[in-house]
Structure formats: structure tokens, C-alpha cells
């Protein structure tokens, strides 16, 4: 068991970017580093970048004074999209790394730093670190979302950490919305993410402006020559009908799965996250109204509905708080054991 109090290196693999930083037990983030992911690269070349990028954070850490001369890091956590299995330590093939089968993460991490490590997925450990230090900081039950490029998630159900019975719960991007809809991973169409999430918002966007022709109607995102989810959401914002109409949609949906999940789990707090939220007060405040009258009236009355309080270090206080645990930082929930 490594040695409670000491920080620990977070380690947060994406599909596009690498960030990594050095977590102090309250949460505080020094060293915070990031590059792209290079994913075609492959796996192992990946990875060597992204542990010489960890040694780079934990000598900024020392730099800063997060670490003390000659003290060096309690564990390491590592946060990645699954499928994955976190009790092995293990990537089986997360989606948004091809070709990365089987990939013995947990083990190379030990090997690498000398220190116990530990892997999650990537949304389970976002929803962990909104827990113990962002937004949920004090709630009992609580549900996190991410709403960027797709669609994931997590919860914090009776003070514990719900990883489900493979280590993969949470994929709150699968529920399903629309039945026969618009395709979305895997086998299952009209799925949240492939309504609500960044990419669904550009495409769906795209996909109106392009018929608008045969429609006499305009919009400013037709000038533009791509269309991304935050154009969408700045048009709607200026009064733009037809980004109004996208979005209106975008959150009349993601409340339909909110007000489901609130349903089931009746949480003390709902907390969204991820890039799609940066619109702020125009997805907030219609999504609350939607939830709370589609909820059951106790589980509505029981919950609130705020935004991420993490930012942009949510993927590297997310491990760092699973790696927190493994150092015996005398964490305020149970979680399942890591070896």
C-alpha cells in the first residue's frame, strides 16, 4: 500500500489528447500537461509518450512545490474510454483507440513509475472526481454526464462508486430515445448520443441547412463551411429559427434520458459536463424545466441539476481520484478493490 497523503499522477487517455497532472488529496491539480494522442501511432509508442509526458507533470509538480524534494508520487490512475476491464487493469478495446487490443495498461503504468496503479473508465472517473472535489462535493447519489464529442457517464449511488458488473456502467449515451432512429455505435440506432452529443449536433445540423433550399427558409449557419455543436448553440443564442429549432430539440432529448435516470436512481444531484455544456445557462435552464416536470414528483422534488465544476482537468482529477483511493487517502466512499 503506498503512502496515504502523498500525491498522486493522473493519467487521462482520449482519443484526441493526452492530459496528465499530479492530484494533491484535496483535488488540487499541478503539473497539468496535455498533447494530441496520435492514436495511428499505435499503442505502445502511444503510451511511451504519455508516461514520458507523466515524468514531465511530476517534475513541473516538484517545480511548483506540489511534491517535496525527494518525494515522488503514491500510485498512479489512469482514466480511458472502454470497453476496458478495471479489475485486470486491462483495455480490451476501447472504442475511440482501434487496434488497441488487450492493451495491459495497469501493468505497464507499475512498471513504468514503481508505484501501485489503477484504471477506470474514463467517464466512471469524471463522475468520481465531480464527486469527492467539483460539483457533487457532499451529495449521497449522484448522477454525472459528459456531453461532448459522444455522450458517457456515471454515478455515485448510496456513498458508492457503480462501476456495474464488467466495469463499464454508466454508458448513459446508449440509452435509447428514438427508436429506429439515427445510427448510433454499435447495433442500437436512435441512441442519446446520437442525438445530443457534439458530433450529433453538427451532423444534424448540417443535414438541415443542406435542405433548406427546398424550404425558402435561411439561417447564418449556412455560410459557414463546417458546422460545429457550438455554432449551433451561438446561433440559437442570437435567435437564429433554425438553430433554435436544433436545439430546442438537442435538449428537449437529453432532458428525456435525464428525467429517466432520475426516475431510476432518484439522485441528490444530476451534474452535467463535457463541451457541449459550455452554452451554459441555455442547455441548463430548459433541460431543468423538462426534467422536472417529465420526473416522478418525489424524484423531482429530491434532485438538483448543476454543471461540472472540473473544466477541462476533470479526466486527470477523475484517476487521480480512483488513484487517490489506492494510496489510502481515506477516501469518502467504498470502491471496489484494484490489485
Known amino acids: 500500500m503506498a503512502a496515504a497523503g502523498r500525491p498522486v499522477l493522473g493519467l487521462d487517455i482520449g482519443g484526441t489528447k493526452l492530459a496528465v497532472g499530479v492530484v494533491a488529496s484535496d483535488g488540487t491539480v499541478s503539473g497539468f500537461l496535455v498533447e494530441p494522442t496520435r492514436r495511428e501511432e499505435g499503442h505502445e509508442i502511444v503510451l511511451r509518450r504519455l508516461f514520458d509526458l ?38 480490451t478495446g476501447p472504442l475511440h483507440l482501434p487496434g488497441w487490443i488487450d492493451v495491459p495498461v495497469v501493468d505497464l503504468a507499475r512498471r513504468e513509475f514503481g508505484v501501485p496503479a489503477a484504471l477506470d473508465n474514463d467517464a466512471t472517473a469524471a463522475a468520481y472526481g465531480e464527486y469527492r472535489f467539483g460539483a457533487g462535493r457532499g451529495t449521497e447519489t449522484m448522477v454525472y454526464l459528459t456531453v461532448s464529442t459522444g455522450v458517457g457517464g456515471g454515478a455515485v449511488i448510496n456513498g458508492r462508486l457503480h462501476r456495474g458488473a464488467a466495469g463499464n456502467g454508466g454508458e448513459y449515451g446508449h440509452i435509447a ?30 443535414e438541415v441547412v443542406a435542405a ?31 438553430a433554435r429549432e436544433i436545439w430546442d ?43 422536472y416536470a417529465q420526473a416522478m414528483p418525489p424524484a423531482a422534488a429530491a434532485v438538483r ?20 483511493d489506492l494510496a489510502g487517502s481515506g477516501a469518502p466512499i467504498t470502491l471496489d478493490a484494484h490489485v
Open 212 to 242: 433548406l433550399g427546398s424550404t425558402g427558409r435561411s439561417s447564418v449557419l449556412a455560410a459557414l463551411p463546417v458546422i460545429r455543436a457550438e455554432d449551433v448553440s451561438s446561433a440559437a443564442r442570437d435567435g437564429d429559427p433554425v
Open 177 to 206: 430515445v428514438q427508436p429506429g432512429g439515427r445510427p448510433g455505435f454499435g447495433n442500437r440506432a436512435g441512441t442519446l448520443e446520437a442525438y445530443a452529443s457534439g458530433t450529433a449536433i453538427a451532423q444534424r445540423a448540417t
Open 54 to 91: 507523466g515524468r514531465r507533470s511530476v517534475a513541473a509538480a516538484r517545480a511548483e512545490g506540489a511534491l517535496g524534494a525527494g518525494e515522488d508520487i503514491a500510485a498512479v490512475g489512469i482514466a480511458c474510454g472502454g470497453p476496458l476491464d478495471s479489475r485486470r487493469g486491462v483495455l
Open 249 to 291: 430539440e438537442t435538449v428537449e432529448i437529453l432532458a428525456s434520458a435525464v428525467a429517466d435516470l432520475v426516475n431510476i436512481l432518484e439522485p441528490n444531484l444530476v451534474v452535467l459536463g463535457g463541451g457541449v455544456t459550455r452554452s451554459g445557462a441555455l442547455l441548463l435552464d430548459p433541460l431543468r424545466r423538462h426534467v
Open 305 to 324: 441539476i448543476e454543471l461540472a465544476e472540473l473544466g477541462d482537468t476533470v479526466g486527470v482529477v477523475g484517476a487521480g481520484a480512483v488513484a487517490l
